[in-house]
């Protein structure tokens, strides 16, 4: 049973052609846990795309998925699932020296400088409280498509401890040499776009949802535009 995805800018529109280096880890069948659910087109409201352009001189090596060239394909969820992120508290590493944390999980994140967060340097992670545990189908993420870069560092952990010191599991990582001192991850980097990057959840049940990241390829400062966390409540 294959997976898809349906993504909006303006207007809801279901999308055919796949981009396999952007899905990545979503090729494969759903969790055995929503398995036996009905399933239907995940709806994604894209943002519009940055009008600053595209750099000639883009990072590029092994571990590095070069920029998605068309819209990725459909993705299947079980019916019920929501986007349970939404206006929920979000809490971080470090405050924000520009912006409001609430802005993470508050839908907006169009390219503007009004819809990011910045904090200061080093590895620094965004927190979301679910305020339950649901079952996690789908995370996206999008840190700054501002500009087109590459955010180091990625990691997306989910819990039921808020301080993730129990029961963690690792959802993506693609600090592939541990700088960042969570482990080497075999995730691949990606360039910033209105796409984000899309995040199997893998029907893991978990409450708090965790994004680390270590600066860009443009800058040491971290951003985040917004977390959206698509899932079921948990059973």
Sequence with gaps: ????????????????????????????????????????????????????????????????????????????????????????????????????????????KEAFDSDAIEMRSGSQWVQVDLGAEHVLHVVMLWHDHRYIQITRDVLLQVSNDPEFKTGVTTLYNNDFDDSSKQGAGKDKEYFETRWGRVVEGKGIKARYVRGYSKGTSLTALNCWQEIEVYGTPGQ
């Design 1 to 108: 049973m294959k997976q898809g995805l349906v993504l909006t800018s303006r207007v809801p529109l279901l999308l055919g052609a796949a981009a396999a280096v952007w899905l990545g880890a979503l090729a494969g069948e759903l969790p055995a846990a929503a398995a036996d659910k009905p399933l239907k087109p995940l709806v994604l409201k894209l943002p519009e795309p940055t009008l600053r352009g595209t750099p000639e001189d883009l990072p590029a090596g092994p571990n590095i998925d070069p920029p998605p060239k068309e819209d990725p394909a459909p993705f299947m969820v079980p019916e019920g699932t929501l986007n349970v992120s939404e206006g929920k508290k979000v809490t971080s590493s470090v405050k924000p020296f520009t912006g409001e944390l609430s802005q993470v999980t508050d839908g907006k």
